[in-house]
């Protein structure tokens, strides 16, 4: 475990918290060690501590809980009074050596292990067992150190009466990913306690590891029936559905709530620690359960307003609101941003929350310039510039929408939006070229064979996509010669209506290609007005059957049964 300097109020003797009510044995308080209800192992440990006040375990297994807990200035007093009250019992000077371990003080830590081992008979093989322990308990274990003192209390304990140093041995190897030699000693330690419940949640954990996820779901459900109450196996269990979540795509969305109850229950038999909170926390990230996210970590960052792992909380809470688009997203991100000057501690996605928090709020060219810091960062973010293409595009800045796009289609030529990134590059560029034409700004036409370029792109990868065909006629009507145009338009809205009354007629039925079918006849009755006007009514007349109170199809037919204009007659 990762400890740092915490101090808790020790007051002295150590005061009884629910004196009768916790007046269980140590061994009830060491089941609630292992269930990680360490509150209640506490108030269990103070009660003893107060009544049998000479007893150094008593001691040994409080100062343990507050390791457990990172509280190490509290735990290194407790260990002291254990000292002080029995001299002679060993293992406080291991939980002090521990406690220097997690102070970064390694040379301490050997003396007062040394001292535990000089105090200890040759036939107690303990202090070796729980030295071996604190030295695989740490962020970088020491795996030298901690087999020679486990393989030591090993040979000690010949008759293998102890499961707890096989137990111990099965995390040593665990933690190195050895899998076989792992299982070899949890199993050895069931054989002598079958009922030793957390050598079963470490094999499924093994198992989990290994991406073996049924057997490892078996393996934990069978300890959640064995034990209903025991809150560790739904702590893996948890673990083991949002990993597979991950490796299963299709199941997320199962995986992951799974991965979300467990973790519940976990929480809801032990202590609902910061650490604990934090990391349901994250579950709610992994899941997009931003709503149950935001009040989570609102919750969280008013309990521990100065955890020095606030930074995480102030992180998700920030990023829950950005995808509930709370308008307190763009603060809190602005805030999170200045507390951490320090640029090397920020990663891709506070980049990218705070370029989605800027579109929140309209600020769509910060966004930009955010989102391109987090694109540099980490390259799968580069999907987020398709939101910010797509808010340019809705506030009609044109030029710039197509500029986004193509960025998008390039660093991402083969992502889930890049056939609709090609539509939306055309279309603006299609607007893009008309506004500026309507403004007389003499906009190049290179803007408009850019849209037909991606909209032949989209007709080859996706014959079925119809929009695609009505853009491209649009772009070749404006591409043709306005005083007399040569019908570049024609092929595009021919092939659009034989895919969807020919090839693909269920696609002409859906009402959203109404509108599609009418601006295709309309368009192709009034090219063929001046050519064959036989086809041209046709047209109308199809366009009027979809919309009889269509302007435009009215009109044509209007124009198109208004008799011819006699020639002038020659003066004689």
């Known amino acids: 475990m990762k400890m740092t300097k915490k101090a808790i ?10 004196s009768a009510s916790f007046a269980q044995n140590l061994n009830d ?29 008593n001691y040994f297994n409080l100062g343990d809980v507050y390791l457990h807990n990172d509280y190490v200035d509290s735990a290194k007093a407790v260990f002291n009074n254990g000292i002080a009250a029995d001299p002679k019992f060993a293992l406080n000077y291991v939980g002090l050596g521990q406690a220097d371990l997690a102070s970064n003080n390694a040379a301490s830590a050997k003396a007062n292990f040394d001292k535990a081992i000089s105090l200890a008979s040759k036939k107690d093989h303990t202090p070796y067992l729980y030295i071996g322990k604190a030295y695989i308990a740490e962020a970088k274990p020491d795996f030298t150190a901690a087999l020679a003192n486990l393989t030591k209390a090993d040979e000690i304990d010949a008759a293998d009466k102890d499961p707890e140093t096989f137990l111990a041995l099965g995390d040593f190897y665990a933690l190195q990913k050895k899998n076989s030699e792992a299982l070899q000693n949890y199993m050895r330690a069931l054989n002598i306690n079958e009922g030793l419940v957390r050598a079963k949640v470490q094999i499924g954990r093994m198992y989990k590891e290994s991406r073996a996820f049924p057997e490892s779901e078996t393996q934990l459900k069978e300890v959640i029936t064995a034990d209903p109450n025991y809150g560790p196996a739904y702590r893996e269990i948890a673990e083991l559905y949002m990993q ?21 229950k976990y929480m809801d038999l032990t202590d609902k620690s910061f650490d604990t909170r934090l990391r349901y926390a994250q579950f709610l990230f992994y899941a997009k359960d931003y709503k149950g996210l935001e009040t989570e970590t609102a919750e969280i960052a008013k309990l521990y307003p100065n955890n020095q792992k606030s930074m995480v909380i ?5 990023y829950s609101a950005a995808e509930n688009k709370n308008p307190e997203s763009l603060k809190l991100l602005t805030d999170f941003f200045a507390k951490n000057a320090d640029t090397s501690r920020l990663i891709a996605a506070d980049y990218l929350y705070l370029g989605k928090a800027q579109l929140n709020a309209g600020q769509d060219s910060l966004a930009l310039i955010s989102i391109r810091k987090a694109i540099v960062k980490d390259s799968t973010n580069v999907e987020a510039l398709e939101d910010v ?33 090609y539509y939306y590059l055309a279309s603006a560029d299609y607007f893009d070229y008309a506004n500026k034409d309507r403004d007389k700004k003499n906009p190049s036409k290179t803007i408009l064979v850019e849209a037909d370029s991606a909209l032949s792109h989209l007709n080859k990868v996706s014959p079925e996509f119809t929009l695609a065909y009505i853009m491209r006629a649009r772009v070749a009507r404006m591409m043709d010669d306005q005083t007399n145009p040569k019908g ?17 007629p269920e696609l002409g039925a859906a009402d959203a290609e109404k509108r599609n079918l009418v601006e295709a006849y309309t368009n192709l009755g009034f090219f063929y007005t001046a050519t064959d006007k036989v086809k041209a009514g046709d047209y ?24 011819a204009p006699k020639a002038p007659t020659k003066k004689k």
Do not use: C
């Open 9 to 18: 109020t020790l007051s002295l003797g150590l005061v009884v918290m629910g």
């Open 29 to 57: 308080a060491k089941k609630a060690i292992d269930a990680e209800q360490y509150a209640k192992a506490t108030s269990m440990l103070k009660s003893l501590v107060s009544s049998q006040a000479g007893k150094g375990e």
């Open 244 to 264: 597979w979540a991950n490796f299963e795509p299709a199941h997320y969305a199962e995986k992951s709530k799974q991965a979300l109850e467990n973790y519940k």
């Open 314 to 318: 102030n992180r998700l809470q920030a």
């Open 389 to 421: 293409g797509k808010a340019l595009y809705t506030n009609k800045k044109y030029d710039q929408a197509a500029s986004v796009y193509k960025d998008a289609i390039k660093l991402n030529p083969n992502g889930k939006g890049s056939l609709t990134n």
């Open 488 to 504: 570049l338009l024609v092929p595009y809205y021919e092939q659009y209506l034989d895919l969807v009354t020919v090839k693909k």
């Open 540 to 563: 109308f007349k199809k366009a009027l059957a979809i919309d009889p109170a269509n302007a435009n199809a009215l009109a044509g037919a209007k124009q198109l049964a208004a008799p």
